[in-house]
Structures are given as C-alpha cells and as structure tokens.
C-alpha cells in the first residue's frame, strides 16, 4: 500500500529500511533519496518504522 503519495512510496519499501537498520524517519528518507513533501505520510512511515523496532526487541528478548 502507498504510504507517501507525493514520493511514490510504499509500507513495504519503509519497512524494508526499517528493517536494514534505518530506526528513524530521516534516515528511511535519506536512503530512499526522497524528503517529505506534504507530510500527511510522517505518522504512518513513523508507526511502520516503530513497529519494526517493536518486533526486533522482542525477538532479542527471546
């Protein structure tokens, strides 16, 4: 699904940043090579990016 309509962006590719080691909302941008436009998208690429974090403490945890 388009999370950033403006860049073209979707949930999967934030996800995938999320998950090589981008844990914040300017460095998921940096290595996209995008920056925000309206900003409508900033709360859901900020909740995919802490879900990541969410998932990747618990499976430490383990």
């Not at 998950?19 to 995919?48: F, Q, Y």
Request: charged fraction near 15%.
């Amino acid at each position: 699904m388009y999370v950033c309509l403006c860049n073209r962006v979707t949930d999967r590719q934030v996800r995938a940043q999320a998950a090589g080691g981008n844990c914040t909302l300017g460095s998921v941008h940096n290595s996209l090579g995008i920056s925000p436009k309206c900003g409508k998208c900033l709360p859901m690429m900020r909740d995919l990016v802490r879900e990541h974090q969410g998932h990747a403490g618990a499976a430490s945890n383990v």
